[in-house]
């Protein structure tokens, strides 16, 4: 739900025409928020938020204990296509090359997809599969994949080995913020423990997290970043239903994204 704040980011990039990039990585709601933004759907987002994703057809907690998922993305895929299908065909015809981050389930290590458009809503659930909350298996390009985030959370130096030296990266956490292998973070590994190579790669998202951390603060000295973070913490938590709180992070977004577009330019 934190991704609300790159939505902000991304509506003001489509209304002020701002669009000189020829690569687009992202990772879970990131992916899912860039993919409205490549095919030109402005506010698809913040509609999939605020209407969709506050409803209990998409997160109950009381399905997991019925054999279900937490999340199910499923249900808002289908909400999704129905009411705002994505323009899959707008997204192939653009030159900037997609990149969808997604973790196989067998080795852990991150799987770094461009879909087809026959392939796109797998690979953006795929990639927004967080583990345990969202049971059922992906299967594409040969692997069984999930949550991205687990594997490369903050693919900037993705971005600079594919040849990216000017590089704006919208992150949802203070750029100050550090994360833990924390109590959660164990607890999953040991419910994926029949799945070894996952649970490692689970338990070693803080490491990978602090590793693009330090290149932001010290990129090479060919790259320059531009860093589009919330000054402190979003009022969003990954779970929040609150319109409230949505609302604010997505004007936050907006706000920052409009600052970014003046660092950028100037």
């Known amino acids: 739900m934190r991704g609300v704040f790159s939505a902000g980011v991304l509506d003001v990039f489509l209304e002020s025409g ?19 933004h490549l095919a030109g759907q402005h506010g698809r987002n913040r509609r999939c938020y605020f209407d969709l994703m506050t409803r209990r057809e998409f997160f109950d907690r ?3 204990l019925r054999g279900g998922s937490i999340l199910d993305l499923d249900w808002l895929w289908d909400a999704l296509a129905e009411r705002e299908p994505l323009d899959v065909e707008a997204i192939a015809r ?3 090359e997609f990149i969808v981050v997604a973790t196989s389930r067998r080795s852990g290590e991150a799987v770094y997809l461009q879909p087809r458009p026959a392939e796109m809503f797998d690979a953006l659930r795929a990639s927004s599969a967080l583990p345990v909350l969202y049971r059922p298996d992906i299967a594409l390009a040969g692997e069984r994949l999930a949550d991205g985030g687990v594997s490369d959370p903050i693919p900037v130096e993705e971005a600079y080995r594919r040849g990216a030296r000017r590089i704006v990266v919208v992150r949802t956490r ?14 999953m590994a040991w419910l994926l423990r029949r799945e070894p190579g996952f649970a490692m790669a689970v338990r070693a998202t803080a490491a990978r997290y602090q590793q693009s951390v330090a290149f932001l603060g010290a990129p090479p000295s060919d790259c320059t970043i531009v860093q589009i973070a919330p000054p402190v913490a979003l009022a969003t938590k990954r779970t929040t239903q609150d319109r409230v709180a949505l609302q604010r992070d997505y004007d936050l977004g907006r ?3 409009t600052e970014a577009i003046r660092r950028w330019v100037s």
């Open 18 to 36: 701002f669009d000189p990039f020829d690569l687009a990585i992202g990772v879970s709601a990131g992916a899912c928020n860039l993919a409205s």
């Open 62 to 64: 009381r399905r997991y």
């Open 94 to 96: 653009r030159a900037t």
């Open 174 to 187: 203070p750029a100050t913020a550090v994360k833990h292998d924390g109590l959660s973070a164990r607890a």
């Open 255 to 257: 706000t920052l994204g």
